[in-house]
Structure formats: structure tokens, C-alpha cells
């Protein structure tokens, strides 16, 4: 763990009916998120991330969640629940199923095949279930509904989660973007229905929260890619997340607006980039892209 508390004990045991709640990662830090929810013997996995490095850990690739708590249980999980494709929330999966292949992975579509992709290079075929907006799935005592967020990766997805004990709301990584890239808004519809049926615990994400003042929309970047593109002499190097789908639609849609030719470079970043544009996520012009 980044910051362990070797004063602590062991948690005591469930009381019947009860639900606990224990964050693997993601509290206090950018990365490596995973939060085990345990409720009639059975625990159900949101997200599995991995944590980068930073400059003070060298010979470090990534930091896991720490699964000690969980490494004698995993016959007890009964699912691994994704809320989207970045590597913050998937990265982790191939060291869970290293320890139990069989343990079904929800998520979207393009989560999926981002996560796919990944657990080939693992040697790993996943049991996987996908869902969408709207669905509702079971996963022994846990109910689990699925809402559509907006993010900067699409298909990005919150998730009710209902039990004997209660309701939680975990929303995943979220934007109030009210002009998205892809015209998919944050359903506050759903949340609204949610909160009338009476949420118990909502688990929200937090990043950049204590900043006043509304996120800025994707679509505002559009002026600044656009005029680099149209007043560059040479060549323009973009620096990118390889799940970051919407930003490279905006490179594209400025390169080929300006008659320039775009090379992908990264082995995730082309691997992910053509699962998009396989997809349908990635709109790429005829003869843009060159290797």
C-alpha cells in the first residue's frame, strides 16, 4: 500500500446482512483503482487498475492494488465489474486473473475489447459479460444497474449496486461535459431516479473536485489543435493517453482538415486506436493515417 498502517487490525467478521466496503486503491492517488464489496459471503470487484511510477521509483513498470486481503478469497468473487477502459481501471486485471482466470469481467463494449486486446498479450481468455446503459445484471447477492457517464473515453458507465443491506451508487470517472464529443451525456436523469429509490452510499469520483468553476468541454480544445495544425511549418508531435479516444478524434479531425498525414506511435496506443476504429469509436478519413 502507498501509505500502510501497520496498526491496524483485521477487519472483523461480516455481521449477517451487512455490507463492507474495502478500497484496494485509488484513495488519495491517481491510479491503481479497485474498490471489494463483500455482502452474504460474496464479494463483488469494481474496477482493477494499475498505479504508474513515478521519477523517485525507477525499475518500476506498475504499482497494483494490493490484493492480500482478497488472495485467499477468490473463490468468492463473483465478479469483476469495469466502469471504463482506461489504465487506472483495467490495467490490474491480468494479475487478478493470473490468480483465477474463471472469474466473470463486466463492462462495456469498447472496455472490453480494450481489455480484450490486453489479456491476449497475457495469454488470458477472459469470461466477460457486456453490458450497457440501462442494463440490469445479477452477480450472486449483488444487483448491479448500469448509467451512462461521460468521460474522456467513451462507453464509460456508473453502476447501482443493490444488496440486502442497501444500495450504493459508485459512479466511476466521470464529466459534466453538456457537449461531449460524442453527444453522450451524463445521465442525471438516472442518478435522480436512483436518489428517489434512496441510495445508501454514493462513491463518486473526486479528482480536481475542491476546484470552483465547471470542467471544461472537449470541444473547447478544438480552436487551439486546429490553429497548431493550420500554423506549424513541420511536423506536430501530440503526447496522448493510448485510451484517450475523443483527443485523437480532434487530432485527426484538425490534421485532415489542414492536409496532414498522422502516424500513431506506441505499441498501445496503435493497438487501441485500431480497436476504436474497428469499433466504430474512431471516425479515421480515408488515406489519414500512415504507418
Known amino acids: 500500500m502507498s501509505h500502510p498502517h501497520p496498526d491496524l487490525k483485521a477487519a472483523p467478521p461480516l455481521p449477517e446482512g451487512g455490507l463492507r466496503v474495502i478500497a484496494l486503491g485509488g484513495l488519495g492517488e491517481i491510479g491503481r483503482n479497485m474498490t471489494v464489496f463483500e455482502h452474504a459471503g460474496k464479494l463483488l470487484v469494481v474496477d482493477c487498475g494499475v498505479l504508474f511510477p513515478e521519477e523517485t521509483q525507477p525499475g518500476v513498470d506498475v504499482i497494483l492494488p494490493d490484493f492480500t486481503s482478497i488472495r485467499d478469497r477468490l473463490d468468492d468473487i463473483v465478479a469483476v465489474v469495469l466502469t471504463h477502459g482506461h489504465e487506472d481501471h483495467i490495467g490490474g486485471v491480468p494479475y487478478l486473473l493470473r490468480q ?6 463486466v463492462g462495456s463494449k469498447l472496455t472490453l475489447a480494450f481489455l480484450e486486446a490486453k489479456l491476449k498479450e497475457h495469454g488470458i481468455r477472459p469470461r466477460t459479460v457486456r453490458v450497457r446503459e440501462g ?9 448491479c444497474e448500469f448509467v451512462a457517464v461521460n468521460h474522456s473515453i467513451p462507453d464509460s458507465l456508473a453502476v447501482a449496486i443493490r444488496t440486502r443491506a442497501g444500495m450504493v451508487l459508485h459512479t466511476g470517472d466521470f464529466k459534466m461535459d453538456q457537449f461531449p ?11 435522480a431516479r436512483l436518489g428517489e429509490e434512496g441510495v445508501d452510499l454514493l462513491l463518486t469520483d473526486s479528482t480536481n473536485a475542491e476546484v470552483p468553476g465547471f470542467t471544461t468541454s472537449e ?6 489543435i486546429e490553429q497548431v495544425m493550420r500554423t506549424a511549418p513541420r511536423r506536430v ?11 485523437i478524434q ?6 485532415h482538415q489542414h492536409g496532414r498525414k498522422v502516424a500513431f506511435v506506441g505499441r498501445s496506443m496503435v493497438r487501441n486506436m485500431g480497436i476504436a476504429r474497428d469499433l466504430g469509436y474512431l471516425k479515421v478519413p480515408s488515406g489519414l493515417v500512415v504507418s
Do not use: C, K, Y
Request: proline share 6%; glycine share 6%.
Open 250 to 255: 480532434q487530432v485527426l479531425d484538425a490534421a
Open 135 to 143: 442494463d440490469r445484471r445479477g452477480f450472486g447477492p449483488f444487483g
Open 219 to 224: 470541444r473547447e480544445l478544438n480552436p487551439a
Open 181 to 191: 464529443l460524442d453527444d453522450r451525456i451524463t445521465d442525471l436523469r438516472a442518478f
Open 100 to 105: 483465477r482466470s474463471d472469474i466473470p469481467v
Open 237 to 247: 508531435i501530440v503526447s496522448s493517453f493510448a485510451s484517450h479516444v475523443h483527443r
